[in-house]
């Protein structure tokens, strides 16, 4: 009996989600519970630091409304900044451990997405162990794409400083153009000196992201190879850059698409966070933190077996695409048959 995950051949963007969501709701409780299990202590405590910090200056935002010169009390948002200080230091400590916690969550969820591909059932507890035995490679696997994610923001650093260096030269030269049939001196050069920053933004924009946007995608796949192939990070990276070549603007589009509806997701729960907490903020001040606590608990629960989810069925299809995956999987699930009639039998 062929999975309820499967489906022979390429899929359009729109299937991809559509077999992630099949996917998410086939596993939902299993995904759910492995994530809750790493993430929802992570969560609470980020959820408390960034509540904290957030009901700080919504409460200075309530008191602007009766009273606006307060917010020219410079000695007030030092008291805040002073108050929220151990936070903040607190947050730092917590980031590598919410690192290490979404990796071993993103391990444990691909196991589990990958198994339900393959029509097999896996308990919880085995999903985490068969995880866990992943980790010190995909640590690995993080680090060399942190290092190369460093490297790219050096080189554009130079970049932009090159460019803002000739942009001086530029500008003071526009800014000394003038007279020119009557207009006022330096009206024309001012307005060249307008279109010039706009461009430079533009560029910028495009210049810090593209980079980062496409080797997230060229890697996208580098999870699901590393826990399925069980090879090591480097060769998992290489794989996944190979299995990308060819299908690069369409998973470019995938990928921006999952950070759009992740976005969207983000967005609103946080409407709804501060639009609760301020409602609550003027009673209760720790009712107003608690509401930020279960944000923080609940939404990662709620994205990250999506996400991981979404870039095994990425992986899926683009090994269909590359390597027939689909007919690899038919003959598989054919032998599991078979053998299953041949021990029935017996």
């Not at 339900?116 to 995880?131: D, F, K, M």
């Not at 526009?174 to 307008?194: I, K, R, Y």
């Not at 996944?240 to 299908?247: A, D, E, R, V």
């Amino acid at each position: 009996m062929l999975s309820p995950i499967f489906r022979a051949g390429p899929l359009s963007i729109g299937d991809l989600l559509d077999w992630a969501i099949r996917l998410y709701r086939a596993r939902f409780g299993k995904l759910i519970l492995t994530t809750a299990i790493f993430l929802v202590p992570i969560g609470v405590l980020s959820g408390i630091i960034s509540g904290q910090t957030t009901t700080s200056y919504l409460q200075i935002l309530l008191r602007a409304m009766q009273d606006p010169e307060i917010l020219a009390d410079r000695q007030l948002f030092a008291d805040i900044q002073g108050d929220n200080s151990t936070l903040i230091t607190l947050s730092y400590l917590l980031m590598p451990l919410s690192i290490a916690a979404g990796g071993l969550v993103s391990l444990a969820l691909t196991r589990q997405s990958l198994a339900a591909v393959h029509n097999q059932e896996l308990s919880i507890g085995e999903g985490i162990r068969l995880g866990i035995q992943r980790f010190w490679p995909w640590l690995g696997m993080t680090l060399a794409t942190y290092a190369v994610y460093v490297g790219v923001i050096i080189l554009v650093a130079i970049i932009l400083f090159i460019v803002f260096l000739f942009l001086a030269v530029v500008a003071s030269g526009f800014m000394n153009v003038g007279n020119w049939e009557g207009s006022q001196p330096g009206v024309v050069g001012f307005a060249g000196l307008l279109v010039g920053v706009f461009c430079l933004y533009v560029g910028m924009f495009i210049l810090m992201f593209s980079p980062f946007v496409y080797l997230s995608t060229r890697w996208a796949v580098a999870i699901p190879i590393l826990v399925d192939q069980n090879i090591g990070p480097l060769e998992a990276l290489s794989e996944s850059w190979k299995l990308t070549k060819g299908n690069v603007r369409r998973s470019v589009a995938y990928v921006v698409l999952l950070y759009l509806f992740y976005g969207i997701i983000y967005a609103a729960f946080m409407t709804i966070a501060v639009f609760v907490s301020s409602l609550t903020l003027t009673s209760n001040m720790l009712a107003s933190v608690a509401i930020f606590g279960a944000v923080g608990a609940v939404l990662p629960i709620l994205w990250q077996p999506i996400a991981s989810a979404a870039y095994t069925m990425l992986y899926y299809d683009l090994r269909m695409r590359n390597q027939a995956y689909d007919v690899e999987l038919r003959i598989q699930q054919l032998e599991a048959e078979v053998e299953r009639g041949a021990y029935a039998s017996a």
